[in-house]
């Protein structure tokens, strides 16, 4: 059977059909440019003789083809129109006299003559051939060839018309090409299903759930079951498993009635009846143009490959349900807010009720400075009072901050306990600058992260642009514009990716001047600690009082910073607990949607936009190759990567299409209702009254004739090249008549249409390298890869930000400890002569 190439639009058949009439006109003028006063025809059957003689671009005859070329030449009678009816040779033929044949391409013709002079074992001079005047070659020598006859040949396709000339090309003897060998059955075979594969090119109306399409599907399942048993009842029944685009591409199964397993009989009439290309059926005729396989069995002692079953997609359970509630809070306060209510949802940074219960994790801290102030205003206000009672009123008011009486051992004992509080204060001060270091790398490590993510994602979409742009330059692969898209997600990206970077430095310059100014505040809460303590074990009061004062306000500031350090700990570690969250389960985590990726309705348009793309060059592809092959029965074609269904199919039926992530994550969009204003969209199909996906195929797609992958055209399918050019111009627009003439009968592709062909691969093949990276994007790989980058430096900060909350609490614990000790010493200092009991100096 012929196999014809992928529907394409009627102004796109028409400029073939026109390229196609101008072919054959033109090969019909090489074919019967003249005739010889012998009766011999310079025809195409003739012409074709000498197709061994030309080499590849840049490489010389074999010497296979060199003998080849010289039978065509000097040995090989021409095979004419008819089966058996032979004439003259190429030699004595005269045609290479004339100069409407050796002018189409004189420099293969001048390079067959010096082919023509190293054969051997003949008689040279049968070649007639000019050395001057019009028709002169510059090869043809005039001491080793003869001279052109007096009567050149005629042209004999005068005055015939296109459907003659047509005729007379088409009545050549066609050399098919042997079948493969044919699939055996053993007699004890059976099976419990047998898959095939259909494409229907003439026939559409199969998708969607209108009542004619449901009737078209269940009409071709019982016509399909007919021919393959070639009777009218059969006892097997056909299930549509998957039904696409293009123009219509169907997967069955074949199966028993009552489930049991179909024996070799049925097996070897469904073998049959499907290499016998089905359209020959009387139940399968109305469908036009089919082409069917059976996948090959496996070879001998292997397992068949398994028939792909239809599922529905499983789309998470919990796709919409609620976020997870975050633990307790690592400092141990409880999550109330400012208005005393508790918070126990997520990770949800919108939320007000959150944000007021991180704000409660500063309240003690502030409490207490707000505590110990008025304390202190209190104190200054009752010496204040004293003091003026004193001077003015009763001097029994003089001792409000006096002592009561104590000995030596009780002021020896009140420094130790100084001594013990300045430890502590000196262990919390420790602790800050041990663990400063450590928060100040980590918070570099988290930001750099976050920097080298969006870096990542700036080069993988410039690496999409640039391959959708490249595609797009091929007019077979350019479906809209597509420039202005890949231009403005370039410079989006690169503003991003620059204000990203920008901030990164700042940061790191930031937190570098931080690690410096926490070091010497670290210095400068032991110093005062130690200073404090030394004066009062010398006994230096008036001075102890000046750095009591500085104590006090350092105290304060104590309390404030660990408050705002219980609200940065519980922050961060809520962070990280989110981003832990997320990486097991991104449907149940408030982070995607304070950080989703990239939004669903562009992504899939997107990604339908390069699928669209790779599968236009395949079709372009192998439409040429069966312009030039396709009436080789056998011919291979590119395997279409992607298949062509409705949105509510893949998403809503059971399709063999359930394990992609693709599907998956197109389904996803679409139960959530992300996919908006789709009667807008490029792949939007009015007849099917749907969105069309593109879901990954499985080669060989849609049958086994359609196998060689798009990466191997080049050499998979090398053999169809022809070695003369179809074309005189770049453009490929002014036939070569003998070149076409040539490639058309060796059912072969000229070299240049096959190299033009070779790049659209190439460049449909750069588009299929990127998306994969397009996949991880819709796939959101991008922000889990980014999560599990900063989940380590994040859990660092953590750890290192609650030992600082330690160290702080040590810090304004041991300050207000060491402040009222300090208090006690100052007084019993001012007073010691008056009231140590066992006092012997001063």
């Known amino acids: 059977f012929f196999l014809t190439r992928a529907s394409h639009s009627a102004s796109q058949r028409s400029i073939r059909k026109m390229r196609v009439t101008r072919v054959f006109l033109f090969i019909a003028l090489v074919a019967g440019l003249i005739r010889s006063v012998h009766g011999v025809e310079c025809n195409i059957a003739r012409a074709i003789e000498l197709f061994p003689c030309k080499a590849d671009e840049g490489k010389e005859l074999t010497a296979a083809q060199q003998e080849e070329c010289c039978n065509g030449i000097f040995t090989n009678e021409i095979e004419q129109p008819g089966s058996g009816s032979k004439t003259d040779r190429w030699a004595n033929s005269g045609c290479f006299c004339v100069k409407e044949i050796t002018a189409l391409d004189k420099s293969f013709f001048n390079n067959l003559l010096k082919q023509a002079k190293k054969c051997a074992n003949v008689v040279k001079t049968d070649l007639k051939c000019s050395s001057t005047g019009d028709n002169a070659l510059d090869e043809c020598d005039a001491n080793v060839f003869s001279a052109c006859p007096g009567t050149l040949p005629t042209n004999g396709f005068a005055d015939k018309t296109q459907a003659e000339i047509k005729a007379e090309v088409e009545a050549r003897p066609q050399k098919i090409p042997p079948a493969p060998p044919a699939i055996s059955i053993p007699p004890e075979a059976t099976a419990k299903k047998v898959q095939i594969d259909l494409r229907l090119k003439d026939a559409t109306g199969f998708l969607g759930d209108s009542a004619a399409a449901k009737t078209k599907r269940k009409d071709l399942e019982d016509n399909l079951a007919k021919a393959l048993c070639n009777c009218a009842s059969p006892t ?26 179909l024996d070799s009989n049925e097996l070897t009439s469904i073998n049959t009846q499907t290499s016998a290309g089905l359209g020959s059926s009387p139940t399968m005729s109305s469908y036009g143009n089919i082409s069917a396989t059976v996948p090959a069995p496996a070879p001998a002692g292997q397992a068949p490959a398994p028939i792909r079953e239809p599922k529905d997609i499983a789309l998470p359970s919990n796709l919409n349900s609620p976020p997870a509630k975050l633990p307790d809070a690592v400092t141990g306060i409880p999550r109330i ?28 801290g502030v409490v207490m400075a707000v505590l110990l102030l008025v304390i202190m205003i209190l104190m200054l206000v009752v010496y204040i009072v004293a003091t003026l009672c004193g001077l003015t009123f009763c001097k029994c008011c003089n001792g409000a901050y006096k002592p009561r009486r104590f000995s030596k051992k009780d002021l020896k004992i009140n420094k130790l306990v100084c001594l013990f509080f300045c430890a502590v204060t000196a262990a919390g001060a420790f602790t800050v600058f041990a663990e400063t270091p450590p928060l100040l790398e980590n918070t570099k490590d988290l930001t750099g992260a976050m920097a080298d993510t969006i870096s990542e994602l700036t080069k993988n979409i410039t690496k999409i642009a640039d391959a959708m ?3 797009a330059g091929d007019p077979l692969l350019n479906i809209g514009d597509v420039s202005s898209t890949t231009t403005s997600m370039k410079d989006a990206m690169k503003t991003v990716d620059n204000t990203v970077q920008d901030a990164q430095d ?33 006994g230096f009061w008036r001075l102890l009082i000046f750095f009591t004062i500085i104590l006090s306000i350092m105290m304060v500031v104590g309390w404030i910073v660990w408050g705002l350090l219980s609200l940065l700990t519980v922050f961060v570690d809520d962070l990280c607990w989110a981003m832990n969250d997320y990486l097991r389960d991104r449907y149940n985590s408030d982070l995607s949607e304070l950080i989703p990726c990239m939004d ?22 192998n439409d040429q190759l069966e312009e030039y092959a396709g009436s080789n029965p056998y ?10 269904v409705p949105l509510k199919d893949l998403c809503t039926k059971p399709t063999i299409y359930h394990e992609l992530s693709y599907s998956r994550f197109v389904c996803e969009a679409e139960n959530k209702k992300k996919l908006k204003d789709k009667t807008t969209w490029d792949s939007w199909d009015a007849q099917v009254n749907d969105l069309m996906m593109f879901p990954d195929a499985f080669c060989p797609y849609p049958t086994d004739f359609y196998s060689v992958p798009l990466g191997n055209f080049s050499t998979g399918l090398r053999p169809l090249r022809c070695p003369f050019k179809g074309y005189d111009d770049d453009d490929m627009t002014q036939v070569n008549e003998f070149a076409m003439g040539q490639c058309y009968t060796m059912k072969q592709i000229p070299s240049d249409v096959f190299d033009a062909k070779a790049a659209t691969a190439n460049l449909a093949q750069t588009v299929l390298d990127i998306v994969p990276i397009i996949e991880s994007l819709l796939q959101c790989e991008l922000v889990s890869t980014a999560f599990s980058r900063m989940v380590g430096p994040c859990d660092g900060m953590a750890t290192a930000l609650t030992s600082l909350y330690t160290g702080f609490l040590l810090v304004a614990m041991g300050y207000f400890l060491l402040w009222a000790s300090t208090l006690v010493i100052i007084s019993r200092l001012q007073y010691y002569r008056s009231y140590c009991v066992d006092a012997d100096k001063y």
């Open 506 to 538: 700042q940061i790191e310059e930031y937190v570098d001047m931080s690690g410096l100014y926490v070091t010497i505040a670290a210095g400068v809460m032991f110093g005062i600690t130690f200073i404090v303590f030394a004066l009062g074990l010398i």
């Open 600 to 621: 669903p309705d562009v992504a899939v348009k997107t990604m339908n936009v390069a699928r669209e793309q790779v599968a236009t060059g395949i079709a372009a592809v």
């Open 469 to 471: 742009d490249a595609a």
């Open 337 to 364: 807010g400012l208005d005393g209510s508790e918070y126990d949802g997520g990770f949800n940074i919108t939320n007000s009720d959150y944000r007021a219960s991180v704000v409660g994790q500063m309240l003690p």
């Open 236 to 261: 097997f029944k056909v299930k549509l498993v998957s039904v696409s685009k293009g123009s219509t591409i169907v997967k069955a199964e074949v199966v028993k009635e009552d489930g049991g397993s």
């Open 635 to 644: 011919l291979k074609y590119l395997c279409y990567n992607y298949a062509k």
